[in-house]
């Protein structure tokens, strides 16, 4: 029986399953594998799913199953959408109205599905949209697009507003992905404005790609030019080369271009860039603020309370906009939640975890005990961390192995803390991306500075957002920071941050002295390689009692931990591969 919901259109046998293997053919009716289950519900702000012209700053219950009927390199939802196997066992029956319930209860304007496509979940979608409509609740979601004519007229009518995230504009692109064309995708776009659904359009920008985005982008200007169009630069997860993530700067460029054509045009991933701001279209005044609020997210900092331009102009801002941004706990919403599960994996693989089984029992457990709910605040600290490997040594049946990854760990603290020790303290800035967008006071970069014999300015901030805020071009002056170092999950190369700081007119002594620099993906966060990280900051700050050989150091973890030299590797930004 041929299934009927995404254009794969995919012939699935009795008991089988299509491509996407979240639908089976039970007695000639094709039917979800799981139906109203699911691996998250949260609260979370609007721009996190992300949306920027819709009900700003409101709370909205983000609902999130497993499965895509797309398999796209460098997916940041691969965990719940390529390893939907791995984590069924986690996945909780929440009926409809149950779901309805827990959004009234948290105040939430409506449900967003996100995180995982709802084309994998199109039956459990419906219901609840019909179930929020009767309860007076908006709904929505965050789509590839990728319908069949039938199947859309069903979300047509069904849906207040979505996100379609477009791959590219070409067949090519689209078949990389596993799908046919790319024509669906478009039509998607096109239906859902007719019927009055509020739309706004999600883009990948990869390099090399400049022309399938400016092609995208030429084919959305044609339903309409205001329809938000949000430029996500490409970031290289699962096996994707890093070669293929474009440089923020680069981004930037393609979204002057695109602005030619598209009134709305935002960049995501991109912390720090002013491109996120709404600028009025009449005079070119920046209306809304908004700010980098970790990977696909955003958060509306400053916005007028009619959305209205000081010279009278009205921006196409749909619904309510909220006093203040809901605050998302820890990892918690949006794609964070994803990099929770993904940070876990990074320490198992250290442990010798390889098996799919054995991922997939120990991800089941901290989804279900709700370990991800307590994950940042273990991951903050040193010694938090220490203990994180070794509650997950003890849930993978692997004491042994986590007590040889803790240990190993203490022992470079240890002697980094002890050849530093006495040394003066050199101002030291924490950045990500761009030089005005300033890590958390509290984020475990500061520990790994002062371990490292540095004093982190970054700790006089008292503001906090995810991963951290933007800071004014006074504030850099004050804190006038002697060496900077930029993280290494969302950075920049040191050439483009000292040509911004030029750009933006910024002065310090490390800008000065060019003391600026880039730390390797996972040095410093998110995977227990940031021991090395370590090393390598204490050797920038103190290298007359820190120095080290930093090329033999990572080749042993790599060997002790990874059972493979390091010579000729180049990660990616994913957390668990080496």
């Known amino acids: 029986m041929r299934c009927s919901i995404c254009e794969n259109r995919c012939v699935i046998p009795p008991g089988g399953t299509g491509r996407c293997r979240m639908y089976t053919n039970e007695g000639g009716t094709i039917v979800e594998r799981f139906p109203d289950r699911y691996i998250a519900a949260m609260p979370i702000s609007i721009e996190t799913m992300p949306l920027c012209h819709y009900h700003p700053r409101e709370t909205f219950l983000q609902a999130s199953g497993i499965g895509c009927t797309f398999s796209c390199g460098g997916c940041i939802s691969e965990t719940v959408a390529h390893h939907a196997e791995a984590v069924s066992g986690a996945l909780r029956h ?50 590839n697009g990728y319908y069949t004519e039938e199947a859309l007229r069903d979300l047509a009518s069904a849906i207040d507003f979505a996100n379609i995230g477009l791959k590219g504009a070409s067949d090519a692109c689209y078949r990389a992905c596993g799908a046919v064309s790319a024509e669906p995708a478009f039509r ?29 982008a030429a084919r959305v200007a044609a339903v309409s030019p205001d329809i938000p169009f949000l430029v996500m630069r490409f970031i290289p997860f699962g096996d994707e080369p890093p070669e293929r993530e474009p440089t923020i700067a680069e981004s930037e460029r393609i979204c002057d271009d695109l602005r030619e054509t598209l009134s709305y045009v935002y960049l995501f991933n991109s912390p ?30 400053a916005i007028p309370a009619d959305a209205r331009c000081s010279c009278g102009f009205s921006l196409p801002v749909a619904g309510s906009i909220g006093e203040t941004p809901y605050a998302e706990p820890g990892m918690m919403g949006g794609y964070r939640f994803t990099r929770a599960l993904e940070m876990i994996h990074a320490v198992l693989v250290c442990l010798g975890v390889e098996s799919d089984a054995d991922l997939a029992r120990i991800w089941a457990g901290v989804i279900r005990d709700d370990y991800i709910r307590d994950l940042h605040g273990k991951i903050q600290r040193i010694d938090g961390y220490i203990a994180l490997v070794r509650e997950l040594g003890e849930r993978a049946g692997r004491p042994e192995a986590a007590e040889r990854l803790a240990t190993y760990i203490s022992d470079r603290v240890a002697a980094v803390s002890s050849a530093v020790e006495g ?65 290494g999950f969302l950075s920049a190369p040191a050439s483009d941050y000292l040509a911004a700081c030029r750009r933006m007119g910024l002065s310090a002594d490390a800008v000065e002295h060019g003391r600026v620099y880039t730390l390797p993906p996972g040095w410093d966060f998110g995977n227990p390689r940031w021991v090395l990280g370590l090393s390598a900051i204490a050797g920038t700050l103190h290298p007359e009692r820190a120095g080290s050989d930093l090329a033999a150091e990572q080749d042993r973890f790599y060997r002790t931990f990874y059972g493979t030299g390091a010579a000729g590797t180049a990660g990616n930004r994913s957390f668990y591969r080496p």
């Open 94 to 143: 929440i009926p409809p109205g149950a779901l309805v319930g827990r959004a009234r209860e948290e105040g939430c304007r409506g449900i967003a599905f996100c995180l995982n496509d709802p084309t994998a979940m199109h039956q459990t979608f419906l219901g609840v949209a019909r179930a929020a409509h009767d309860a007076g609740l908006l709904v929505g979601c965050a789509t």
């Open 272 to 301: 720090g860039t002013g491109y996120l701001d709404t600028a009025c279209p009449s005079c070119g005044k920046t209306v809304v603020r908004r700010e980098f609020f970790g990977p696909m997210g955003a958060r509306t900092i």
């Open 423 to 487: 040394c003066p303290r050199p101002r030291v800035y924490y950045s990500m991306g761009t030089p005005l967008f300033a890590l958390n006071a509290e984020r475990f970069e500061m520990d790994l500075v002062e371990a490292a014999g540095g004093d982190p300015v970054n700790r006089r901030i008292v503001r906090a957002g995810k991963p951290g805020v933007n800071i004014t071009p006074e504030e850099f002056a004050a804190f006038n920071p002697e060496y900077i170092f930029i993280s």
């Open 188 to 216: 998607t776009v096109r239906t859902l404005v007719e019927a009055g659904v509020h739309v706004e359009v999600s883009c990948i920008h990869a390099r090399g790609g400049d022309d399938e985005i400016r092609t995208a």
